[in-house]
């Protein structure tokens, strides 16, 4: 009975810690299926191919504007607040791209 519990609570403690990691595969599941370029899997967290424009998220947020590139991050203003914000590209595989936009955005 007491190996049935610890089990259990193991068990429940590797899907909350790994929970973030399951819902990208249904993301990118659902990128193909949408035949979308980008897609949001999360509330900041958003997926896209690999070979997606950064420049292209101009068109999807209308009011950014795009300045540069600095390594993995892009930096875009704000139109009307000009706010400078920035967006941060992870590689997740080799067809895959994890953008993380701020959480007051």
Request: proline share 3%; hydrophobic share 45%; no cysteine.
């Amino acid at each position: 009975m007491k190996s049935k519990l610890i089990i259990m609570i193991l068990i429940l403690l590797v899907f909350f810690i790994f929970s973030d990691v399951m819902l990208i595969p249904r993301s990118i599941i659902s990128l193909h299926i949408s035949q979308s370029d980008f897609m949001s899997y999360d509330f900041n967290h958003f997926i896209s191919m690999s070979d997606y424009d950064p420049k292209d998220i101009s068109e999807i947020f209308t009011e950014l504007e795009y300045v540069e590139q600095m390594g993995s991050t892009y930096i875009f203003k704000d139109k009307k607040s000009q706010e400078v914000i920035t967006i941060t590209s992870q590689q997740y595989t080799r067809y895959y791209k994890i953008w993380t936009l701020p959480m007051n955005f």
